[in-house]
């Protein structure tokens, strides 16, 4: 099968297009054949091998493993002996390692059932950027109606999920994203869409129970000032893809440090979230889909071959929304 393979840290040109094994399933695991795959930071730092610290995990010199993807949508091929809950031919999205490929295995746990409605390149969006936006909202910012929120990055994938589910659940939201963005966030529903770089108009606001910051690089102590009493300041990211210098660690590393601990001390809290894709959340993401309450923010679509283009496409940060590819 042809899948994308790097064998080295690096940009997208460590990026290969190659003819690999098929891969074989275990006995939990499910193996689809792609029908699309989405691009997230999670592949970019992959790809990047930064922070370096991740590369405990991944490989010191070199990637330990050259698959590289985890969004995907596509069909059921074969399941293991253990699998359950899918058949061949069965329509589904989720997680898998290896999913900028022809075929990928996902573990059953980490796939759900796509709905008729769904396309596949709209269901690819979904699965890490959706669970982030939701859990990142609903368990780690207690959001709910009548809340108040903000959402600081909203014109990525992350962010343009998380508009559309805090108005969901009933809340007033307020978006902040760069000028290139802020009509097709206002499109999605979005009354107050600010571009941030004239100078954050939101700023000047406060009482947001919930300030939802997508790259977590600004700091508890700069959004401190713009909560309620006891809202929730929720970072998610590692502070962006671009190369980071000892000088730019160390100072955000000391504002991570500083807020937790003002965090601790006070009402007002800094929480971090991470996303755990689950079954019965891409069920509700896919519900809302269907209802016409969310809509995939798919806003560029790439040829498996041109995986490298789109990861230029998102290290450049202008697409925004959600980058697919489709084998």
Request: hydrophobic fraction near 50%; include cysteine; proline fraction near 6%.
């Amino acid at each position: 099968m042809k899948a994308v393979v790097r064998h080295a840290y690096g940009g997208p040109e460590a990026l290969r297009f190659e003819e690999v094994p098929a891969p074989t399933p275990g006995p939990r695991d499910v193996l689809v054949r792609v029908r699309a795959a989405s691009v997230n930071a999670m592949d970019a730092h992959m790809l990047l091998g930064r922070p370096a610290v991740a590369r405990l995990f991944t490989g010191l010199v070199r990637p330990r493993d050259g698959r590289i993807g985890v969004d995907l949508a596509g069909e059921v091929v074969a399941v293991g002996e253990e699998v359950r809950r899918f058949r061949p031919g069965d329509a589904v999205f989720g997680v898998a390692r290896g999913a900028f490929a022809e075929l990928a295995c996902a573990a059953e746990g980490k796939l759900a059932r796509m709905p008729p409605a769904l396309s596949f390149d709209g269901a690819a969006s979904i699965p890490v950027a959706g669970s982030t936006a939701l859990q990142g909202l609903r368990d780690a910012g207690r959001v709910a109606p009548g809340r108040k929120v903000l959402v600081l990055g909203a014109g990525g994938g992350v962010g343009s999920f998380a508009v559309q589910i805090a108005r969901a659940v009933g809340a007033d939201v307020t978006a902040v994203t760069r000028a290139e963005h802020v009509e097709r966030i206002r499109a999605l529903g979005v009354r107050e869409v600010f571009d941030r770089a004239a100078g954050d108009p939101a700023a000047g606001d406060a009482g947001y129970d919930c300030i939802f910051d997508l790259g977590g690089i600004r700091g508890f102590g700069a959004l401190h000032g713009l909560l309620a009493a006891e809202g929730r300041v929720v970072a998610a990211g590692v502070g962006g893809l671009g190369r980071p210098t000892l000088g730019g660690m160390t100072a955000w590393g000391g504002r991570i440090a500083g807020g937790l601990l003002r965090s601790r001390l006070g009402r007002r809290k800094l929480v971090f979230t991470m996303a755990a894709v689950r079954p019965d959340d891409l069920d509700l993401l896919a519900r809302w889909v269907e209802a016409g309450t969310l809509r995939p923010p798919v806003t560029a679509r790439f040829p498996l071959a041109g995986a490298a283009d789109a990861m230029h496409a998102l290290l450049g940060g202008r697409t925004g929304g959600k980058i697919v590819i489709l084998p």
